[in-house]
């Protein structure tokens, strides 16, 4: 069984700052891809950013030179620094991981609003 756990959401201007961190406990031997999407209200879910090894990084555009994606092998943590924060980023997040041998996880998700 594998765990995902998600912190680092709130509320925030616009204009302001939120790092996001997902960590995976559980029965891991090997972790390959990790990434974020994200729900509004109303919407589909969205890809907000994905990192695979060795450390490739892939952005939707509506994020991109806004926020960074990053993960920590040791510690099975993918995080996403948000920075630059704008009213339409305002949803639920939710991290992904890809489990080797298991299959893909889910975290429960993490809300984030930016007032306007």
């Known amino acids: 069984q594998v765990q995902l756990v998600e912190s680092g959401g709130g509320l925030v201007q616009t204009g302001g700052s939120l790092r996001l961190s997902c960590a995976a406990s559980?029965?891991?031997?090997?972790?390959?891809?990790m990434g974020w999407y994200r729900q509004a209200p109303g919407k589909q879910r969205e890809l907000v950013a994905t990192?695979?090894?060795?450390?490739?990084?892939n952005y939707a555009d509506s994020v991109k030179g806004r926020f960074t994606i990053s993960r920590d092998n040791a510690k099975n943590t993918v995080y996403l620094q948000m920075n630059s924060l704008k009213p339409e980023d305002t949803a639920v997040y939710y991290c992904?991981?890809?489990?080797?041998?298991?299959?893909?996880?889910w975290g429960q998700g993490t809300q984030v609003t930016v007032s306007s």
């Open positions: 559980g029965s891991i031997l090997s972790i390959g891809a």
């Open positions: 992904r991981t890809d489990v080797r041998g298991k299959g893909t996880y």
């Open positions: 990192i695979t090894t060795p450390r490739s990084a």
